[in-house]
């Protein structure tokens, strides 16, 4: 089965590239591999004899473009150069690569893009701590505004590469070609609007050594979970796949559980069952058929209901009330050490008390789904966790904190592990943005971790199968469409 992809951060791949030189290949060396993976890559992107214009920085990212402009002049094209500040102030590899060139150095900003069929941007990488201004900041202006192909190196200047964020200004990419393995950027938002189609290039660094560097990011893909999916055999029977209970809200707030029961069904649990407050047992028996129904009131109720243990997984929060007695029900489900997910009201409810959820989730499989408000309601006044510019490290250190899982939803949804393991997910889609989608998604972590899929690959799952659904319904998408787009999805995984 193919690896999990994994992404590196700017650290790690330093550190990664640093181990190659140090296991035998020369800096030089990786930095003309990555020149040829350039000038390959513009290829691509360009006619014969074409004018290709190469902006370079003073950096590494500018000797890759001084190394790609010599083969592209050689292969026949019309190629300039201009460079941010002057030759004299190259150093280390990126100076050996500027001796190669022997064509004209003109300053970037003096460089005219509307002339060009081609724009190679290999102005920074991902070592960019600060703003763009200056000459940098008019350069990445132009080649904006020229309305010409761009192809970033590595990634588009202007671009954090951990973050995603845009430094004051970024190139708007056509095409991103990129050294070994993806970057942060290349995943979230708003980087990855800005990079187009990312070509992954092999220059040589092993994977032995990017895992040693890195090894707990990965991109959410189904090599990431796939091997932890239920297969139902021959003998299999419905006890054995778990069962899922649902708690309702009142009377007038049914509908967002028996969304993410329905969702949970679909997913493969073998029973689902709807918790229901006295006053809404009535509305919640008009809409059930397979799905059961129990009535329960409030956290006694639930109590009651969960020394039953054939109830394993337990979904709380959708519709449930922002109130005391929220808190109280997912107090019980703690106690009881059952598979847990949490969205909601059951997260609101907790708005300026997350002290009282510290490490509460160590001692049974937890999920938490929030969407960036309601993390930012639940971790208020704890800037350790809301304020880091990363997305994947406010993650991290809420999943560390609670002791769970953490979901935070998006158009670049990251899930994270409390043992650091992350994952960026990427095949969204801005249809997913309706009513009661999230409760579906709950639905389906639950239904997975019910048949004993552990909670980080359930939640992994979950995202991208929910994503994957609502992609090949596309537009006129609604939340009670998803879980019958679920087995189609399903039957591709398992096929």
Not at 20 to 35: D, Q, S
Not at 299 to 312: H, I, S, V, W
Request: glycine share 12%.
């Amino acid at each position: 089965m193919t690896a999990p992809e994994l992404v590196l951060t700017s650290s790690e791949m330093r550190q990664a590239d640093r181990a190659t030189i140090e296991n035998g290949i020369p800096g030089i060396e990786l930095m003309r591999r990555a020149g040829r993976a350039v000038a390959d890559s513009a290829e691509k992107l360009a006619a014969p004899g074409d004018r290709i214009i190469v902006a370079a920085g003073p950096g590494q990212n500018g000797g890759d473009g001084f190394i790609a402009a010599a083969l592209l002049f050689d292969r026949g094209y019309q190629v300039s150069l201009g460079l941010l500040g002057t030759p004299d102030r190259l150093a280390g590899d990126a100076a050996e690569a500027a001796k190669g060139w022997y064509g004209k150095v003109e300053r970037v900003e003096d460089l005219s893009f509307h002339g060009a069929d081609l724009i190679i941007d290999a102005l920074f990488g991902t070592g960019l701590a600060r703003d763009l201004e200056g000459a940098a900041r008019l350069a990445v202006e132009r080649m904006n505004a020229s309305g010409r192909p761009i192809l970033a190196v590595d990634l588009p200047s202007g671009i954090d590469g951990d973050s995603g964020a845009v430094r004051g200004v970024a190139v708007k990419a056509t095409r991103t070609v990129t050294f070994a393995v993806r970057k942060p950027c290349h995943l979230l938002m708003p980087g990855r609007a800005y990079c187009g189609p990312v070509e992954v290039a092999d220059i040589g660094i092993g994977g032995d050594t990017l895992e040693a560097k890195g090894g707990t990011l990965f991109a959410n893909h189904a090599t990431l979970w796939t091997h932890a999916l239920p297969r139902p055999g021959l003998s299999s029977h419905k006890y054995e796949r778990g069962h899922t209970l649902v708690a309702s809200g009142g009377a007038t707030r049914t509908g967002a559980a028996r969304l993410a029961a329905r969702a949970a069904l679909r997913i493969g649990s073998g029973l689902v069952t709807v918790a229901s407050p006295p006053e809404a047992l009535g509305v919640n028996a008009a809409h059930l058929t397979a799905i059961m129904l129990r009535g329960c009131d409030g956290p006694e109720g639930l109590n009651t209901m969960l020394q039953d243990q054939r109830f394993n997984s337990l979904v709380l929060g959708p519709a449930l009330g922002i109130h005391a007695g929220t808190r109280a029900m997912v107090a019980v489900a703690v106690h009881a050490r059952r598979s847990l997910v949490l969205d909601a009201d059951a997260l609101t409810s907790f708005e300026g008390l997350a002290t009282e959820l510290h490490g509460a989730f160590r001692h049974a499989p937890s999920v938490l789904t929030p969407h960036d408000g309601e993390f930012n309601r639940l971790f208020k006044g704890h800037p350790d966790l809301v304020d880091p510019a990363s997305k994947i490290e406010r993650v991290r250190r809420a999943a560390a904190y609670t002791g769970a899982v953490v979901v935070l939803k998006g158009a670049d949804t990251v899930i994270a592990a409390p043992d650091g393991r992350a994952a960026i997910n990427e095949n969204g889609t801005p249809y997913l943005a309706t009513a009661g989608s999230g409760d579906t998604l709950c639905g389906l972590i639950a239904g997975l971790m019910a048949q004993g899929v552990p909670a980080f690959e359930a939640a992994c799952a979950g995202v991208w199968i929910h994503a994957e659904a609502g992609a090949s319904f596309g537009p006129g998408l609604i939340a009670e469409d998803l879980a019958e787009l679920v087995p189609g999805v399903l039957r591709d995984l398992l096929r």
